[in-house]
C-alpha cells in the first residue's frame, strides 16, 4: 500500500476498510482479515493495524467475536456510506468549489465531463 504523508496510516487502513466494505469485497456480518493479515498486506505494524481495527470498532463498523475474529457489522455498509457521504459533503465538495470559483468553471462543465466519464 502506498502511504500519504499528509494523513495517519492508521487512517490510510480505516480508508482501506472503507473501500473494501462500500464494494462488498467485504459484507456485513462477514468476517475480515485478522489484525496480523492486515499489517502484513498494508505493510505495517501490527500495533498501526490495531490502531485501525480500534478505531472502526468505536465508529461500529466492524466488532470482535472473542476467539473467532473480527467481522463487519449488521450495517457496516451503511454506516460507511454515511461516514464516507459526510465526509465528501464537508471536507471534499468545498475545496471542489474553491477551486471550481477560482478558475470559473460552471456546473454545467462539470456535469459534461461527469457525463462524459461515465461513458468511459
Do not use: C
Not at 457489522?73 to 465528501?88: A, H, P, Q, T, W
Amino acid at each position: 500500500m502506498d502511504f500519504d504523508n499528509t494523513k495517519p496510516i492508521y487512517l490510510q487502513i480505516v480508508d482501506f476498510f472503507y473501500e473494501n466494505i462500500l464494494v462488498r469485497r467485504w459484507q456485513d456480518e462477514e468476517r475480515i482479515p485478522s489484525v496480523r493479515e492486515v499489517a502484513v498486506m498494508v505493510e505495517v505494524n501490527p500495533n498501526t493495524a490495531i490502531r485501525a481495527f480500534n478505531h472502526l470498532q468505536e465508529l461500529e463498523v466492524i466488532y470482535n467475536k472473542r476467539g473467532i475474529g473480527y467481522f463487519v457489522s449488521k450495517d457496516g455498509y451503511e454506516k460507511v456510506l454515511d461516514i464516507k457521504r459526510n465526509e465528501f459533503k464537508e471536507q471534499t465538495l468545498p475545496d471542489v468549489f474553491k477551486q471550481m470559483r477560482l478558475l470559473d468553471v460552471t456546473f454545467e462543465e462539470v456535469k459534461n465531463l461527469y457525463d462524459q466519464h461515465e461513458k468511459e
